[in-house]
């Protein structure tokens, strides 16, 4: 019969560097906790949550006759500090698990070889999940001892501080639950302090709607004005809040080459995203995880990137933009050259191109009116700036 220690040998000799479990009789319930984060509207556009939040509450909800999750982490721990490409404002910054292939690809594949070994020897039912169901990982993960959430929400562990990618296989088998981790995070708010966004009303709880990880790959419409300042040279994801955690002093480099950043996903310079049509942008991150948000979003955050570097000499990468099939490309295009050239330059533009999309031209008008006001001067018009018949 498998033991619980055999299991653990198999998964880690499948490439994981943590492995722990808990029974089913020890799976944490988190409806209360998910409804009260839902009712306050903190996961923004990301409806599925709400859809479902009633399997989402217990792993149970999943597997009827669960004995056992396993909770499986990955190391993707970086060769250099993430938070040094924000003083280079002309090259873009690029979330550490991101700089390389899908870690759901590279997770699922070793998850999927063990759950056949457990099926075709030794008859025992599994399914595998890597972020992509309704399964609250971070809280399973802390039940079966892998690390602690932190007060950024995620998993902090007493080895790989805040990079770890988290996995979890449920079997059919029970297996007594491994010893639960503890909060280790005590009066700490660094992760806090550092959210350039304020994303966290209080300790423990995320705002998705003001976090740049959010912004940058969940939302699609025009980035908040007000938020879209703050974000820097980001344009996928955000390392900020894991980068300042303490506990990455025990931190290490990944051993997956799968996770070792490839040079164009390694702080590029702006000037080189800015000309990929979709063709090249599909091409480009065909592996990675950048994939997911298309072009007309990865555009739209390089060009917020643009716009917050304040560099003149992106201007004529910009231009092009100006006429991108694309609305919100266009209307982001506008907004990087005001934030650069201020509102006289961007008035000739605007005049020159005249955008026939009410969109984009709401843009220019919010702009101008924007404007107006750090001018002091009434901002109020009977007629439209430009003629959008």
């Not at 390389?100 to 056949?116: G, I, P, Q, T």
């Not at 639950?177 to 005590?186: L, W």
Request: net charge neutral.
């Amino acid at each position: 019969m498998l033991q619980k220690d055999s299991l653990k040998t198999i998964l880690l000799d499948a490439g994981f560097d943590q492995v722990a479990c808990v029974a089913a009789k020890d799976v944490p319930n988190i409806s209360d906790n998910l409804t009260k984060w839902l009712e306050a509207g903190y996961h923004g556009d990301l409806a599925w949550m709400s859809r479902n939040a009633d399997k989402r509450a217990s792993a149970k909800n999943l597997m009827p006759n669960l004995g056992t999750v396993f909770m499986l982490g990955l190391n993707y721990g970086p060769d250099a500090d993430p938070l040094y490409i924000l003083k280079h404002p002309k090259r873009a910054a690029i979330s550490v698990y991101a700089q390389n292939e899908d870690y759901h690809d590279v997770m699922k594949k070793r998850l999927k070889s063990v759950a056949r070994l457990l099926r075709d020897k030794y008859e025992i039912e599994a399914k595998i999940f890597v972020d992509t169901a309704p399964l609250h990982e971070k809280s399973l993960a802390q039940k079966a001892g892998l690390g602690w959430q932190g007060k950024h929400s995620n998993i902090v562990s007493r080895s790989y501080g805040s990079w770890l990618f988290l996995g979890a296989m449920l079997i059919t088998h029970e297996f007594p639950s491994d010893k639960p981790e503890i909060d280790h995070c005590g009066s700490c708010q660094k992760c806090m302090v550092a959210c350039p966004t304020d994303a966290f009303p209080k300790p423990y709880v995320l705002d998705a709607r003001k976090c740049v990880s959010y912004l940058t790959i969940e939302y699609k419409g025009m980035l908040p004005r007000d938020l879209a300042r703050k974000m820097h040279n980001m344009i996928y994801g955000c390392d900020i809040c894991l980068s300042v955690c303490p506990w990455n002093k025990f931190a290490t480099l990944s051993s997956e080459a799968a996770f070792h950043a490839r040079e164009i996903a390694n702080n590029p310079p702006l000037s080189e995203l800015l000309s990929l049509d979709d063709a090249q942008f599909r091409s480009l991150f065909r592996k990675s995880p950048i994939k997911r948000i298309k072009r007309e979003s990865f555009i739209r955050n390089v060009l917020n990137a643009a716009g917050n570097s304040r560099s003149h000499d992106l201007i004529k990468f910009i231009i092009p933009l100006l006429t991108d099939d694309s609305a919100i490309v266009r209307a982001t295009a506008y907004r990087a050259i005001f934030d650069i050239s201020g509102w006289a330059v961007l008035e000739d533009y605007a005049e020159y191109y005249n955008d026939k999309n009410d969109s984009v031209m709401q843009e220019i008008e919010a702009l101008r009116k924007e404007y107006m006001e750090s001018q002091g001067k009434k901002t109020h018009l009977t007629e439209p700036v430009y003629d959008i018949a």
